[in-house]
């Protein structure tokens, strides 16, 4: 069983940059897809960028798409999501998961880390 713990949260003016880290421990990071999921004020939790066990099939929600990039480092058993040009509308708390399923569907990562707010002014 994989424990997740995000960082790298904080408050950007818009058009500015924040990357977001998630260390994982207790299990082998390498077998789990992993994703990155959000969560604003008063709406469902949604899926934002996922990556496959090895790096190299990556999925982005369109809303995100040119602008943030994830990517992991299975040697240091952490994920990481770059986000660039952010917009107030990203303002949300940010949530690392993983699933031990080949998948993209949020009903289907098993471990959650605690959540990060990343929080973009205008």
């Known amino acids: 069983q994989v424990q997740l713990v995000e960082s790298g949260g904080g408050l950007v003016q818009a058009g500015g940059s924040l990357r977001l880290s998630c260390a994982a421990s207790?299990?082998?990071?390498?077998?789990?897809?992993v994703g990155w999921f959000r969560q604003a004020p008063g709406k469902e939790r949604e899926f934002v960028a996922g990556?496959?066990?090895?790096?190299?099939?990556?999925s982005y929600a369109d809303s995100v798409k040119g602008r943030f990039t994830i990517s992991r480092a299975n040697t240091k058993n952490t994920m990481y999501l770059q986000m660039n040009s952010l917009k107030p509308e990203d303002t949300a708390v940010y949530y690392c998961?993983?699933?031990?399923?080949?998948?993209?569907?949020?009903?289907?990562?098993?471990?959650w880390g605690q959540g990060t707010q990343a929080t973009v002014s205008s």
């Open positions: 998961a993983a699933s031990r399923k080949a998948t993209w569907n949020i009903q289907e990562y098993d471990y």
């Open positions: 207790g299990g082998t990071f390498s077998n789990y897809y």
């Open positions: 990556l496959n066990w090895n790096g190299f099939a990556t």
